[in-house]
């Protein structure tokens, strides 16, 4: 064979050689979308609340002894099912968020409902040294081990923050005696003395009035 021929094969080799490199670099990016149980051809999966509804309107919960509040929920478009659900409210008036679920390792990926003692959390908090519940406004935030900000794929399960919810402290019992007004008006809150005075006024208005009447004209 030619010298220059093989020279030629040598330089044609050489200048195939990044092209070879590259090729074999992205295989492992190849094969990291095949086992990728992202599917594009489907909606982003994830869930409906449906306790309450999730299309109803604002929801009130009391906190207070033996009183419990469920939420409940069903899956729509999922492929792959979650390994763990972590359930939170997040109360923007204070900016904590509180953990609903029962455990700090989540529920796992196939329940369809938690149900919350707020109570019973205000009273560990008061000993724990944690920040107590607001009689405010919250959100129901239900995510998966990707995380609150996971981003939307095909049949993959998507976190969900579509419910609002609030929370209140009943009012202790107040007797009728102990009872006072406080969108009535002056009138009804005279003292003692101020109605003597009026009721005072009033029959020096009438026996005026009577005089006036029997003058002659």
């Known amino acids: 064979m030619p010298a220059q021929d093989i020279g030629a094969r040598r330089v044609a080799a050489a200048s195939d050689a990044p092209y070879a490199s590259r090729a ?9 979308r095949a086992d990728d149980n992202n599917d594009d051809t489907l909606p982003a999966g994830g869930l409906t609340v449906t306790k309450p509804p999730q299309n109803a309107g604002e929801s009130y919960y009391k906190i207070a002894p033996h009183v419990s509040v469920t939420f409940g929920w069903s899956y729509t478009s999922l492929k792959t099912t979650p390994s763990q659900l972590f359930v939170v409210a997040s109360c923007s008036q204070n900016g904590y968020t509180y953990p609903i679920a029962p455990s700090p390792s989540g529920i796992p990926g196939t329940a369809t409902d938690v149900t919350w003692y707020p109570y019973g959390y205000h009273m560990s908090a008061q000993g724990n040294g944690q920040p107590d519940l607001a009689a405010a406004k919250y959100r129901l935030l239900i995510y998966d081990e990707q995380g609150p900000s996971a981003a939307a794929k095909g049949g993959r399960f998507a976190p969900n923050n579509g419910v609002e919810f609030a929370m209140y402290y009943p009012q202790a019992y107040t ?13 009804s809150s005279l003292s003692p003395r101020s109605s003597a005075l009026v009721a005072w006024a009033m029959t020096l208005l009438t026996g005026v009035l009577a005089a006036l009447a029997l003058w002659p004209a």
Do not use: K
């Open 24 to 32: 074999a670099a992205a295989t492992p990016t190849l094969a990291a």
């Open 175 to 187: 007797p009728l005696s102990e009872w006072t007004c406080g969108s009535c008006n002056g009138a």
